[in-house]
């Protein structure tokens, strides 16, 4: 692998945000195996953790990771397995923590940088739901669907009592574009109008809908399409 395209050597030239999930994992892990290298293993392993192979989140098996699924995977022993549950655990205790100090969304920017790094990588499109007490401190992200590669179904139905289940007061619409460009579809601009039509009657704010792409996003709130 040429210097450049090495993990360690891209992180420390253009930042952790640039790396991909694999060579994230592949630093923590440090090495592959006789007939993996460190990136190919990582690559394996966030496949063989993976929920839902078809199109789930690739991350998600990881927050379900434990020793002895990790030590199953072929290549993974006892010091790849603690070093992986190390970091994970790490990552937790730093959630829990950005939760008991709740982040207050002033601005279109704060929401889509809180769920930017993780929705920008998504292959199929998700939908989620920012949940808001009545101070807009973030309470909960839930996600409500996901689809296919350049859609995702979501019913009202669905959107409003998961968010009457929170306690929300208001809610901000989430979801992302593998395309990588955020602009919104019709399909977006006439989903967005019926959500809103639902959340005058239920008296449950939507303050915007945010479309994540590859590292931008779009507002709706900010291009005046919340009327």
Do not use: C
């Not at 293993?41 to 927050?63: A, C, N, P, V, W």
């Not at 990552?91 to 920017?109: C, D, F, V, W, Y």
């Not at 940088?113 to 920012?130: A, G, L, N, P, W």
């Not at 990588?180 to 601009?189: C, F, L, R, V, Y």
Request: hydrophobic content about 40%; aromatic content about 4%; glycine content about 6%.
């Amino acid at each position: 692998m040429l210097e450049d395209e090495r993990p360690q050597e891209k992180l420390m030239k253009n930042g952790p945000e640039t790396l991909a999930n694999e060579e994230l994992l592949a630093l923590i892990i440090r090495t592959g195996t006789n007939d993996m290298s460190a990136i190919e293993l990582s690559r394996k392993i966030l496949y063989e953790l993976q929920l839902d192979k078809s199109h789930g989140d690739i991350l998600e098996g990881l927050r379900f990771a434990s020793i002895d699924k990790l030590k199953n995977i072929k290549g993974i022993g006892d010091a790849k397995a603690a070093m992986i549950m190390a970091a994970l655990t790490l990552g937790q205790r730093l959630n829990k923590r950005s939760l008991s100090n709740k982040i207050r969304i002033t601005n279109p920017g704060i929401a889509a940088e809180y769920v930017m790094s993780e929705m920008r990588e998504y292959t199929t499109e998700h939908f989620k739901i920012m949940i808001l007490n009545t101070k807009k401190e973030i309470l909960y992200i839930r996600e409500i669907s996901h689809g296919t590669i350049n859609m995702t179904l979501v019913h009202p139905r669905e959107v409003f009592k998961r968010a009457i289940e929170d306690g929300a007061h208001s809610i901000i619409l989430l979801h992302n574009h593998p395309t990588g460009d955020p602009k919104p579809s019709h399909e977006d601009i006439k989903l967005t109008r019926n959500l809103l039509q639902g959340s005058k009657i239920l008296q449950i704010d939507i303050l915007d809908h945010i479309i994540i792409g590859d590292n931008i996003y779009f507002s709706f709130l900010k291009e005046g399409l919340m009327d």
